[in-house]
């Protein structure tokens, strides 16, 4: 079984579809790495100062293509 969420009638481990889209096993779900570039607002003492930041994300690929 080696860690994988499989059944006897599924022994590769896809158990299920959603909306269509088969559901990978957890071994084939890839995380992929997004940085957006955003403005924010800081106050500095008195004055408010506006900064662009860059903000990461891990997007989940949870489907089979």
């Keep these: 079984m080696n860690g994988k969420s499989c059944s006897q009638i599924n022994p590769d481990g896809i158990r299920r579809i959603v909306n269509g889209k088969t559901l990978a096993t957890r071994s084939k779900r890839k995380n992929e790495r997004a940085v957006d570039s ?28």
């Design 38 to 65: 955003v403005l924010r607002w800081f106050k500095s003492g008195d004055k408010w100062i506006q900064e662009k930041v860059n903000v990461e994300r891990f997007l989940s690929k949870v489907f089979l293509d």
